[in-house]
């Protein structure tokens, strides 16, 4: 008989914060599509380009970034996005907690 408490399926993993990991800022996704399996979604933001010979700018839309993974993992991102979002609503409502809250 199998330990189910030892399945790799029910094994929690170690996470480990590593400092040097980049933060991803996107204003929004601009595709997304799937290939082999794996989801794939790219993501871009909106930066502001000096025009040459004047003091103005040109807004333009720039990848920030490449989201891969598979459809489990894009169920707990949304998950966590749910979360997160819920979390905003809160805090606009008024709820008490003005401070960052993580969980």
Request: aromatic letters at 4%.
């Amino acid at each position: 008989m199998t330990d189910t408490k030892t399945s790799p399926d029910t094994t929690p993993m170690e996470y480990q914060d590593v400092p040097s990991a980049p933060v991803i800022y996107f204003d929004l996704p601009v595709a997304q599509g799937t290939i082999g399996g794996a989801i794939h979604i790219e993501l871009a933001g909106r930066t502001m380009c000096p025009i040459p010979n004047s003091s103005g700018v040109v807004f333009r839309m720039v990848t920030t970034g490449r989201l891969r993974c598979s459809p489990a993992a894009a169920e707990l991102l949304r998950n966590s996005l749910d979360q997160a979002l819920k979390l905003i609503q809160q805090a606009a409502a008024g709820a008490t907690g003005a401070s960052p809250t993580l969980q």
